[in-house]
């Protein structure tokens, strides 16, 4: 399945929304990663070139976390999908609610295409914003409660029946420069990978 032409099918008229050009077979996905939102340019997305910016903080978080990969395919075979949360490259500085809530239908359905997953990890709060909205529509409140991320990272968190675990963004430069928040988005992935690796 190409996700991308799956969703398109759902867009009407002429959009800048940008979905991941990425064959994925659906069972085999055991945890989706959601990070903030799409770059720029879109070969440096995750399923964009080999060098792409995004995949170059996401492989040292995931070696940090003791799983060894050297490519987003490597990350696929484990049973990981990564995606972003906004569809539309920013303007400014901001992610504005507006290109969240433009996105959001595509996320909840790009979510639903996997049957079979353990554990989704909000990389970022665009995403735990996002995930939230989407929380909100079935269960009229939010899933992850309004406070900082650290102190949220030893709560279980589960919504319809799928680990929560709302983490640091993975891309960007900053994340290799502030050691504590790298430091914990890696602890963070290796205890997805955990969980996912439960049988």
């Known amino acids: 399945m190409n996700v991308k032409e799956v969703l398109q099918q759902f867009v009407e008229g002429a959009t ?11 069972e085999t996905i055991h945890a989706i990663m959601i990070n903030e939102i799409v770059p720029s340019h879109p070969e440096e997305d995750f399923y964009g070139k ?6 170059t903080t996401t492989i040292p978080l995931f070696k ?12 696929l075979n484990k049973g990981i999908y990564i995606t972003n949360a906004v569809k539309i490259p920013k303007n ?4 504005s609610k507006e290109s969240i809530e433009e996105s959001l239908p595509y996320l909840e359905r790009e979510l639903a295409l996997f049957p079979n997953v353990k554990v989704i990890m909000l990389m970022g709060d665009v995403a ?26 030893n709560t ?23 050691k ?3 430091e914990m ?8 990978y955990r969980l996912i690796m439960k049988k």
């Open 128 to 153: 735990k914003k996002a995930f939230n909205m989407i929380g909100k529509k079935a269960i009229k409140k939010n899933v992850i409660p309004s406070v900082s991320t650290y102190k949220l990272r």
């Open 92 to 95: 400014g500085y901001v992610v």
């Open 64 to 75: 940090k976390a003791g799983i060894e990969v050297d490519s987003v395919q490597d990350i």
């Open 180 to 182: 504590s928040k790298f």
């Open 50 to 55: 080999s060098d792409a910016a995004y995949m």
């Open 185 to 192: 988005a890696s602890e963070d992935i290796s205890m997805m």
């Open 156 to 178: 279980e968190i589960s919504y319809n029946g799928v680990r929560i675990l709302p983490s640091y963004i993975m891309t960007g430069q900053n994340i290799l420069i502030e």
């Open 16 to 26: 800048d929304l940008r979905f991941n050009n990425v064959e994925v077979t659906p």
